[in-house]
């Protein structure tokens, strides 16, 4: 296994890559509107889909911002360092993705009007994409073998700590009408219809012709072909994409070419177990 210096930070490890001492601490003190939007997501889990789809979702459909900025700019992480080099050109409502658990997210949020879309992904298929991210990844360790990553997973050895802890968290903070669950597979089943939910969430009244038309730009041909979308930007020294395709598949239930009964048995009952402790049910296959 190669030794890779992560960044923990109250708690879960994040990557040194985009991760300082100083974007974490400008995260922490960043300055919340009540207009601003965030995508919150478990890592592997729709992250960069949403920063195609979010934006068209509040510009109603003009293509502009997805055609002309890169994703990491047109929607920032609130925790990278790009946030502090970007937030003084966006416009209101500002979009902005995290992947923070709950009590990460800054003061000024926790008193602000707000909204979140939070995305959740079968861990199942979350573990399987981010297996393979570690893989292409020169800033993550080596992944061992499918067997001894699916442990890791299990144990919260990952970056952002436990699947379980992250989507009880959110689950469970009383946020009422600023939060609205997702989950991967309904926007893989019917993009629209998800995308309809983020309209009235958000209280846009999107016209169906408009809400088609993001649905046929996001789909995941397109956004393989953006280069603003695709990472084929991002440098080989971070991103190896002959070893993996940063957007390698964009399907729901790929875990079964990968999982045997037994891993799938086990990693299962852990996870069922832990939600059910937090007052949860599991809600995939």
Not at 12 to 35: I, M, Q, R
Not at 102 to 130: C, G
Not at 248 to 263: I, L, M, P, T, Y
Request: proline fraction near 5%; aromatic fraction near 12%.
């Amino acid at each position: 296994m190669s030794s890779i210096e992560n960044t923990q930070y109250h708690g879960p490890f994040l990557p040194t890559v985009g991760h300082t001492k100083e974007s974490l601490e400008y995260a922490k003190n960043f300055s919340v509107k009540d207009s601003d939007v965030f995508v919150v997501t478990y890592p592997k889990s729709g992250t960069i889909w949403m920063q195609e789809i979010l934006p068209l979702v509040l510009s109603g459909g003009d293509l502009t911002p997805i055609q002309s900025t890169v994703n990491w700019d047109r929607v920032p992480w609130l925790e990278e360092t790009r946030l502090a080099n970007v937030v003084d050109k966006m416009t209101s409502p500002r979009a902005m993705v995290s992947h923070f658990p709950y009590n990460l997210m800054p003061s000024s949020f926790h008193s602000s009007k707000a909204k979140v879309i939070y995305v959740m992904r079968n861990p199942k298929d979350v573990a399987v994409s981010s297996f393979y991210f570690h893989q292409m990844a020169s800033f993550l360790e080596d992944p061992g073998t499918f067997d001894e990553f699916l442990d890791k997973f299990l144990e919260g050895k990952v970056l952002f700590g436990k699947w379980t802890d992250h989507v009880s968290s959110w689950k469970l903070a009383k946020l009422g009408d600023r939060i609205l669950f997702l989950t991967y597979e309904e926007m893989v089943q019917d993009l629209g219809a998800a995308i309809r939910r983020m309209s009235d969430f958000l209280c846009l009244d999107l016209s169906e012709d408009v809400i088609q038309k993001i649905a046929e730009h996001c789909t995941f041909k397109s956004m393989k072909a953006n280069t603003m979308s695709n990472f084929s930007l991002v440098s080989k020294e971070y991103m190896d994409i002959d070893k993996s395709p940063f957007l390698r598949k964009g399907v729901a239930g790929d875990w079964k070419n990968h999982f045997n009964s037994e891993q799938e048995a086990r990693f299962t009952s852990v996870i069922q177990k832990e939600l059910e402790a937090a007052g949860l049910s599991f809600p995939f296959n």
